[in-house]
């Protein structure tokens, strides 16, 4: 359906790095760019870069695509404030997708987490996530994110577990009842798909600052 | 705040009936009309009727508040089509409240299931239900209220443990991932604590079909 | 079937107090002696000595038992090393039991994380407990039994929320997959129960220091 | 470590059988006999079968080993009574594998629920298992399992949700408590790995009828 894409990775030997590769390999598009801890491969200029890095790898990979002028759909969690910031203004001239979490279904706990919290006002809250034992960062992006939603400091609980792809409960508890709100992935390849989604949307753009929820709007 | 109210409970003697009583009288509301398989007790004609019975009974709940031109909270679980029918029938005439659940957390994983119905077309639907091993319907009233929401049939599996006062779980699944909504009733109290308001909103109105949700509105 | 026995209770006033004070009236005991918040209260010398208060009221429950030279079930949680070595020393003279969890699902728990410990070795390891909001230590009494089990520092995960009576689960996790075992109480009363089983059990011993695991054995 | 393996698959083209491919071909076997719904395919005898498909295919299975006298692996589920004579027969001559799930966890699990069942004389007891939308039988083979620990007819719940690997509950329930034993699957490729172990263990025996349980012990 959409053409072939020479794309970009950074991040192409870790775990989600892989996933993306298989995804966009199995649709047939190529990777032309490749940086990773094994060091760089040129082939030809992405049309886009994906970073599914650290967040140490951030300043080359904004090198990169302005040097490139191309999208940049970045991956990373564990970013810091003045990450955001570079990202913010690298977006003025070229499209960013960023987002903690590339799951449709974590989109919509986004949501139903903000519809809870409004009716559910004066509850008690709790947030718990669960991940691989590899995993770097504590508490994990996602979690991030829907603490962002609710908008107030709540207790995040990080569980480490063999390699759990990643889970992710919102506990509202009040005196009588709790209502929670919980999402699972079965894998990491569903994280992939989505990012092979939002290629499809950035590669039309041509500046701005989106999230993944933009990408499925 | 509210003025002491005189009211009626049909189904006295259940676990429900007897959580009702309690909460009612801890706010010096007066019980003067009972009945239940022990037999009637008319102290004074109630101002409101709470019913908390089978679905047996309510041809004589009915007769009740036709005779004393009351309001009725209907809380049975395992109406009929025909009794729902009697039931705003009646409400023409005198105000009536029926829900399967009187929880506030109940409320809000209705819409939160709506929404989410919404926004995950074509994904896998399970209901799940967990309640203490006396219940007598299966699968629960507000199952059905659930799967009513999701407007089309839907697997529901009913597990019998112990005296679990209500677990109810609506999951959706995907290839790559689940999310799940859940309610947890940590006492029966709290369904009581739910009649005890709508007692408080039914009281002033004249006729009508109310659910729960009209009275948290 | 038992002997009416005439208890003490220090900490009659707490959550745990009251319930112990329900299973044990409605079994037809008496309370001959109360101390709490709200001060000391001494009909006649009690039989045994129920304690459900705080860790800094142990000095004055220890000095009660041995003025009365009677039995003690201690239920305080949040105990110090060195609480424990005077519990030890006075089990020298009167009989105590202690335990962070009077209820029977807990000691299955806590067999069946013993036998999964040796099963799944060199598995990741998580507990996580959840209970009210109005609890003061943290973690659960009933978590730091568990990691007791375990025999090592293990990561607990400690969620506060509504009046949960008190959920535990012990997580053991490999690459590619996860078992778990958990608790759930569905109210305080089943802790009151076990303590009420627990003085069937003491009343009759001289001396020696037990955990809940002997009243059940 | 263990010499090359040169094996038989029926069920290549099923969700398990590809696992079971990729490990082994991972590990530096070979697969020299194929026999799916495309076909069979015969390079070589192989030295053991192993059977990921249905129970309509074991006729052709059983011949298979008699025709090359090699031990056979079956994790093929929804085996009748008279399926599991036949392999009892045949496991007069040759070894035989049978399990319905080849994962560590659930061997533990079982073992739990055993000590578990035990302990918990007279609670109510729930098995859900949930599992991917394309699962042909229902309840899955492991509840089964669970089942016959338990040692009587126990409700089973079945929830067919996205692609879910496989999860697996008993839920143990008393008037005051639940105790519940859990066990989840990251991947299909945790089973594949369980029969690689097997297949270690099997290629050295002369006959049997044999239990995963008795692959780990």
Redesign the interface.
């Known amino acids: 359906l959409i053409k072939k894409i020479k794309y970009g990775l950074v991040g192409s030997t870790g775990r989600l790095g892989r996933e993306v590769a298989e995804v966009f390999s199995e649709n047939d598009h190529e990777l032309v760019f490749d940086y990773s801890i094994e060091g760089e491969t040129r082939k030809e200029i992405p049309e886009l870069i994906i970073d599914c890095s650290l967040p140490q790898v951030l300043p080359k990979t904004i090198a990169f695509i302005e040097e490139f002028k191309v999208p940049l759909i970045i991956a990373t969690t564990g970013l810091s404030e003045s990450d955001f910031a570079r990202l913010k203004s690298i977006s003025a001239k070229l499209p960013v997708v960023q987002s903690y979490n590339y799951?449709?279904?974590i989109q919509?706990?986004l949501?139903?987490t903000e519809?809870?919290k409004e009716?559910?006002n004066g509850?008690?809250i709790?947030i718990?996530e669960?991940h691989h034992?590899f995993k770097k960062d504590k508490p994990s992006g996602t979690a991030k994110m829907i603490s962002n939603v609710l908008g107030k400091k709540v207790?995040i609980?990080?569980?480490?577990?063999?390699?759990?792809?990643g889970d992710h409960t919102i506990?509202?508890?009040?005196?009588?009842?709790?209502?929670?709100?919980?999402?699972?992935?079965?894998?990491r390849?569903?994280f992939a798909?989505g990012i092979y989604k939002t290629a499809e949307f950035i590669i039309t753009k041509k500046s701005g600052f989106y999230s993944f929820n933009d990408v499925l709007a």
């Open positions: 799951s449709i279904g919509v706990l949501k139903l519809m809870a009716k559910l509850w008690d709790e718990t669960s034992r207790n609980s990080s569980l480490r577990l063999g390699n759990v792809p506990a509202f508890g009040a005196l009588g009842e709790v209502l929670s709100i919980s999402h699972r992935a079965l894998s390849r569903t798909e």
